[in-house]
């Protein structure tokens, strides 16, 4: 159960850490919890596609104009953001 204050969002806290990650996000979690809040912790799962899985079909199936013209929008985005 989530405790959620009516008309506030819920926040996220994204850190990143290259010595005892694990104990300082176990304190974070067991803080929370005694404070009565959950801690939800997500990774995204990533996997490298396998050699196999790239077929004539797929390329086949793959719109490059179509993938061309996004990168360049983005690239247009980028360059008006800066």
Known sequence: MR???????????NVFMSYNSSDCVNMIQRILKEGGIVAKKDMEKKRKILESEVTASAMAELKI????????EYEMKLAEDK
Do not use: F, H, N, Y
């Open 3 to 13: 405790r959620t204050e009516p008309g506030k969002q819920a926040w996220v806290l």
């Open 65 to 72: 104009d179509t993938l061309l013209k996004t990168i360049s």
